[in-house]
């Protein structure tokens, strides 16, 4: 007899600047692909943030959280690979493992599993019908290919969340950058995504590392990890990093920003300055890595072009020095396998970016804070 309950409770967008803490549908199967999952651990996200803020057309009612892991609770009967009581975690994208963007190992752009589109995510707009995960339970669609294995237990469970995005997100910033040992990286953005891509330079054998922002803890964290941190509301953030490059620049760079990208003490928004900053930053024929997220569309943005998701960058200048430029999100099983044997292997430790970790009830408060970045919000865990 199934014993399970009709509703579960679940962060639910209300509108710009407000989320709850609400009673939704109990997740299903609803396919023999699936499996459903008790969360044990979820994260805020950055991206949530544009979100929450009212920088999408999320419309009322969404349920947030596209990081997500925990316990394997009920299996579809065609799962072959996933058994109840496995503890998992699974990639921001929702990915079928067949279409021909899945088989190249480029899963964040999967052809099945939002049609009309690139790519599918758990509880973000326009990222197709999947519910998110902060919430008690999660439906995984197609979960052999979604899931990735954890040892049981409850060991490493703040390093193994971050596995879903941040972790291999700002490993995929390196990759874009083609990242290698002995050179010097500028990581522009120290949130956790920025932080996870300095880290993952390092972890690569970058010489010299530097991390732009202007919130004291997150350059206090870069610092920590041995990253050269470079406060840009103090002072020009290129000429910095030219001062310790003997004035020739860095041999590559990674904006982990995305469009909400702010300048000067002003604070002021100014979507395209971290890839102009980018391109002065990095010497000529190096290559940028651009993880950070752009829409195409922006509501909130502060000039007409930049709400249809078109900016002012400057390509003469980028086509002058021959940089490289990858882009794009995540396809976070091509790395995050490997990630969680460096962790298990005590190689890696990404779980140094945690600020807070706190019940499901106190979300509505985590995003707020979060969103200002007070009281030393760099990154939250909640624990349904």
């Known amino acids: 007899m199934d014993r399970r309950r009709s509703h579960v409770k679940a962060v639910v967008y209300e509108e710009p600047f407000k989320v709850a803490v609400e009673d939704v549908p109990d997740p299903r199967i609803q396919h023999p692909n699936d499996v459903l999952v008790r969360i044990t651990s979820t994260a805020i996200c950055g991206s949530d943030l544009h979100m929450y803020e009212g920088r999408t057309a999320a419309e009322p009612g969404i349920v947030f959280g596209h990081e997500n892991m925990g316990i394997v609770e009920d299996v579809g009967g065609g799962v072959t690979s996933i058994e109840r009581g496995d503890r998992v975690v699974m990639p921001f994208n929702v990915a079928c493992g067949f279409c021909k963007n899945c088989v190249a190992g480029n899963t964040g ?40 294995k954890l040892p049981p237990g409850t060991e490493h469970e703040t390093d193994f969340i971050l596995l879903a995005d941040i972790f291999p997100t700002g490993y995929h910033g390196c990759e874009l950058a083609r990242v290698s040992p002995g050179e010097s990286v500028a990581v522009y953005g120290g949130g956790p995504v920025g932080l996870m891509a300095a880290y993952s330079a390092l972890l690569r054998g970058a010489s010299k590392v530097f991390v732009v922002d202007r919130i004291p803890e997150r350059l206090q964290k870069a610092e920590q990890i041995g990253a050269i941190p470079i406060n840009f509301a103090e002072r020009n953030a290129v000429e910095q990093i030219q001062e310790q490059t003997a004035g020739e620049g860095t ?34 024929t190096g290559t940028l890595g651009v993880p950070g997220l752009y829409v195409p569309a922006d509501p909130g943005a502060p000039d007409e072009n930049a709400k249809r998701g078109m900016l002012l960058v400057s390509i003469g200048r980028m086509f002058e020095k021959g940089l490289g430029m990858g882009t794009g999100q995540c396809n976070v099983k091509r790395y995050n396998r490997q990630l969680r044997d460096l962790i298990i292997e005590g190689r890696a430790t990404p779980s140094f970016v945690v600020s807070h970790e706190l019940p499901l009830d106190q979300a509505p408060a985590a995003y707020e804070k979060f969103d200002k970045r007070v009281e030393g919000y760099t990154k939250v865990v909640l624990h349904p």
């Open 251 to 284: 041999d590559k760079g990674v904006d982990a920003v995305g469009y909400q990208a702010q300048a000067g003490r002003e604070h002021r928004e100014e979507p395209a300055v971290v890839l102009n900053s980018l391109i002065d930053t990095v010497r000529p």
């Open 109 to 148: 752009f999967c052809l099945t599993v939002n049609p009309g589109f690139a790519g599918g995510a758990y509880g973000y707009v326009a990222m197709g019908p999947y519910t998110g995960g902060q919430a008690e339970r999660l439906r995984v669609p197609y979960a052999d290919f979604n899931c990735l």
